[in-house]
């Protein structure tokens, strides 16, 4: 009896699911565009960031002194996150436009490198003034609310199937 109860029950979540997204693809017009597409992401990306940094903020506790810090480290770290979302368009406009050639496609991602390696250089010249303020639990809590900040930080983790040690000799939680 308990099996059929909790088959039925699953049956009717995955119902309501199903609906759920059925309805919400109905909602969005079936003609939006690549680019309107594109710009929904954006956006969503830049809302996300941004609930990333104010959790960030609001965790380090940061006095008067520090705050004053603050403001060129989020910047950077917007800027890179701007650039980051600007080749993504980028690069998707090229995969939807003339086929690039294999050199093509090595020069653009060389360029994204460099460009990626360059905005966190500029990340952690912001970042030193403001963590070199921080007390020892602040740095502790740098360092584990900073992972959340990093896109791939995540996805190349469970990549090279690495799960960092915390101080505690504890497992990380997964990004």
Known sequence: MKRSLVGSAAVVAVSLLTLTAASAQNAQPQSASRAERMQHWAQDRETILDAKL????AGLQLNADQEKLWAPFETAVKDAAKSRVDDIEKMMEMRHGERMSPVDHLEFF???LSKGAADVKKIADAAKPLYDSLDDSQKHRFAMLGRM???EHASFAAMMGHHGNDESGGQD???
Do not use: C, S
């Open 149 to 151: 900040l990093m896109p």
């Open 173 to 175: 939680e997964a990004q």
């Open 110 to 112: 060389a360029d994204r």
């Open 54 to 57: 104010a959790g960030m903020k």
